[in-house]
């Protein structure tokens, strides 16, 4: 697979020269484009001991991903959206029950696996098929879609549906979930929303515990971006709120929401994200977030609760207090280096993401990048494992990924 796809990806870059789909149609009323993004991807992974966790100590990690891309549209009224894959890639090792984890069926990822190995696994999957149709003031989008609630940059605990990870350089492409969404534009930098989305249990039948029902608004007042969500989502019912100013010549951004867990045998918790950034007329971006994360745990003997809740993919943070920073900028036209540094304050452990992005041309880009854990280690005793840190049972990653479109 490796060999294969790497000849195939370096052919493409030669044979490549301006970014066109590779078959496209505009016609009075309607257009169509269809578009292939291929991604080759080849790291090397070091996991920390012991080996109770990570029973290899290293791993090669590589795959293969072809994406068909879609996009059709009748006039100003609809418009369908298309993104499939096919993946042929290395399974990577998971800490502990991670894999009991039912995050599969809570949104249901949509796709079928192929074959699935100790070592490899392939399979071919949906992250979005969804229909718009636009009736000023009014748009609807039904069907499977990327959903962002974000308002920050680093900590975003109001992004409930598949949110970046705060160290994740690559960004194109999010897994979708099945919603019907109602868009209600009220001013030129105002709206309102109304979101539910489908959840389902191990059975793959929609199940209402675990479906979400959300209103969403954005208005600005006096210059600032005033931004609110309530509803239910993952077994809680929660009310947020996002502020984004300009002062000082910084920019000032706050998110955050209250939550209650459905079966009410839990505590309410608070996650409140707030910091600021910084851009020179240089491209460097300097951002600065602090998080807390009241349902975290302050003891990392405690964190093992956390490796085996069901929504570590949509929370995954172990602790209450995190630091993060990132800093970004053009080094030159093709070549962009960003950093990004995440520390848990509880127990003093950090994870460094340092990349480089280089544009190859107009839609050829590489990624190198890494994880750089740092925190005590965990040792597994008589009485059980001995959790040292959060980030110190990260394994440390270097990868190398390669994007051509047609």
Same mark, same amino acid.
């Given at each position: 697979?490796?060999?294969?796809?790497?000849? @195939? @990806?370096?052919?493409?870059?030669?044979?490549?020269?301006?970014?066109?789909? @590779?078959?496209?149609?505009?016609?009075?009323?309607?257009?169509?484009?269809?578009?292939?993004?291929?991604?080759?991807?080849?790291?090397?992974?070091?996991?920390?001991?012991?080996?109770?966790?990570?029973?290899?100590?290293?791993? !090669?990690?590589?795959?293969?991903?072809?994406?068909?891309?879609?996009?059709?549209?009748?006039?100003?009224?609809?418009?369908?959206?298309?993104?499939?894959?096919?993946?042929?890639?290395?399974?990577?090792?998971?800490?502990?029950?991670?894999?009991?984890?039912?995050? &599969?069926?809570?949104?249901?990822?949509?796709?079928?696996?192929?074959?699935?190995?100790?070592?490899?696994?392939?399979?071919?999957?949906?992250?979005?098929?969804?229909?718009?149709?636009?009736?000023? &003031?009014?748009?609807?989008?039904? !069907?499977?879609?990327?959903?962002?609630?974000?308002?920050?940059?680093?900590?975003?605990?109001?992004?409930?549906?598949?949110?970046?990870?705060?160290?994740?350089?690559?960004?194109?492409?999010?897994?979708?979930?099945?919603?019907?969404?109602?868009?209600?534009?009220?001013?030129?930098?105002?709206?309102?929303?109304?979101?539910?989305?489908?959840?389902?249990?191990?059975?793959?039948?929609?199940?209402?515990?675990?479906?979400?029902?959300?209103?969403?608004?954005?208005?600005?007042?006096?210059?600032?971006?005033?931004?609110?969500?309530?509803?239910?989502?993952?077994?809680?019912?929660?009310?947020?709120? !996002?502020?984004?100013?300009?002062?000082?010549?910084?920019?000032?951004?706050?998110?955050?929401?209250?939550?209650?867990?459905?079966?009410?045998?839990?505590d309410p918790y608070v996650q409140i994200s707030l910091g600021f950034d910084k851009r020179w007329a240089s491209s460097l971006h300097l951002v600065v977030e602090y998080y807390y994360h009241e349902n975290g745990r302050r003891d990392p003997e405690d964190y093992l609760s956390r490796l085996s809740d069901p929504l570590l993919i949509m929370d995954p943070y172990f602790g209450r207090h995190y630091l993060g920073l990132t800093l970004m900028g053009e080094a030159s036209p093709l070549f962009t280096v960003?950093?990004?540094?995440?520390?848990?304050?509880?127990?003093?452990?950090?994870?460094?993401?340092?990349?480089?992005?280089?544009?190859?041309?107009?839609?050829?880009?590489?990624?190198?990048?890494?994880?750089?854990?740092?925190?005590?280690?965990?040792?597994?005793?008589?009485?059980?494992?001995?959790?040292?840190?959060?980030?110190?049972?990260?394994?440390?990653? @270097?990868?190398?990924? !390669?994007?051509?479109?047609?």
């Open positions: 697979m490796r060999v294969t796809g790497l000849i @195939f @990806f370096i052919l493409a870059v030669l044979v490549s020269s301006e970014a066109l789909a @590779f078959y496209e149609h505009a016609g009075d009323k309607g257009s169509f484009k269809a578009r292939l993004a291929v991604d080759l991807s080849s790291g090397f992974a070091a996991y920390p001991g012991p080996r109770e966790f990570y029973p290899e100590q290293t791993q !090669g990690v590589n795959s293969l991903v072809l994406r068909i891309l879609g996009d059709a549209a009748w006039e100003d009224r609809a418009r369908l959206e298309l993104n499939a894959y096919q993946l042929t890639g290395t399974r990577q090792q998971r800490a502990l029950n991670q894999n009991a984890s039912d995050e &599969p069926y809570r949104y249901l990822r949509m796709r079928r696996i192929f074959s699935d190995t100790e070592d490899y696994e392939a399979l071919a999957g949906l992250d979005q098929a969804s229909l718009k149709l636009y009736a000023d &003031p009014f748009e609807i989008a039904v !069907g499977r879609q990327p959903i962002g609630l974000a308002n920050n940059f680093i900590f975003t605990p109001n992004d409930l549906f598949y949110p970046f990870g705060a160290t994740a350089v690559d960004r194109e492409f999010r897994p979708g979930v099945d919603s019907l969404r109602l868009n209600l534009k009220t001013g030129a930098l105002s709206g309102l929303s109304i979101i539910s989305v489908m959840g389902y249990d191990r059975d793959e039948r929609p199940d209402w515990d675990r479906s979400a029902a959300l209103v969403s608004g954005v208005a600005n007042l006096s210059g600032t971006a005033v931004s609110f969500l309530g509803g239910k989502a993952d077994g809680r019912h929660l009310a947020g709120l !996002g502020l984004s100013a300009e002062a000082l010549g910084l920019g000032w951004r706050l998110e955050g929401n209250y939550s209650r867990p459905t079966t009410y045998t839990q960003e950093t990004v540094a995440i520390v848990n304050l509880d127990d003093g452990s950090a994870v460094f993401g340092p990349a480089v992005i280089y544009n190859a041309a107009d839609e050829i880009e590489f990624i190198l990048s890494a994880e750089l854990p740092y925190g005590k280690r965990t040792d597994v005793g008589l009485t059980g494992p001995d959790i040292g840190s959060e980030y110190g049972l990260y394994p440390r990653i @270097f990868n190398l990924l !390669g994007r051509i479109y047609f």
